[in-house]
């Protein structure tokens, strides 16, 4: 039986990993999966290479039970995690918000950020642009 459990999640994380393209994402607790909604950068955001920018989530509803994982904060493109931002950070005492330096990638319209708690969560696509000289 208990086996048989935990086949199953084990194949229900599989497919959870292969449906959203995540390729780092710590083993998922089903208990407390804590999903913070990304409030910045969202469509329209521009991000200049160099600069420091906040990356911003709701924390209104995170887990009386707190979260079991650090948090991360990764930049995608077309889904795929392309650069780690951050270390592993504690995710409740951030409060929110994490500084991070907008990486010299190259410039284009479909970056995303990929925020880890308990789960990962993604946000829309945005800009990054070159400083301009
Ligand atoms: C990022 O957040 C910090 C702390 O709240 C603030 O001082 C800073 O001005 C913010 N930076 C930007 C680019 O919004
Ligand atoms: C968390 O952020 C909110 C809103 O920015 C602020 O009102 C609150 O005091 C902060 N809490 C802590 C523990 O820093």
């Known amino acids: 039986m208990k086996f048989t459990t935990t086949t199953a999640f084990l194949a229900s994380a599989m497919a959870y990993f292969i449906a959203s ?3 780092s994402a710590a083993p998922l607790s089903p208990l407390d999966v804590w999903d913070p909604t990304i ?6 955001t521009v991000w200049v290479i160099g600069t420091e920018v906040n990356v911003t989530w709701s924390t ?3 887990p009386p039970d707190g979260v079991s994982n650090g948090g991360h904060v990764y930049l995608a493109k ?3 995690e392309v650069v780690s931002l951050s270390p592993t950070f504690d995710l409740v005492a951030a409060n929110g918000s994490f500084t991070v330096t907008v990486p010299a990638v190259v410039p284009d319209d479909d970056y995303q950020i990929v925020l880890f708690g308990d789960s990962g969560n993604i946000g ?7 400083p301009s000289s």
């Open 78 to 80: 077309e889904e795929v």
């Open 21 to 23: 393209n995540e390729v």
């Open 124 to 130: 829309p696509s945005f800009t990054i642009v070159a």
């Open 60 to 62: 209104d509803n995170i």
């Open 39 to 44: 409030t910045s950068p969202v469509t329209g």
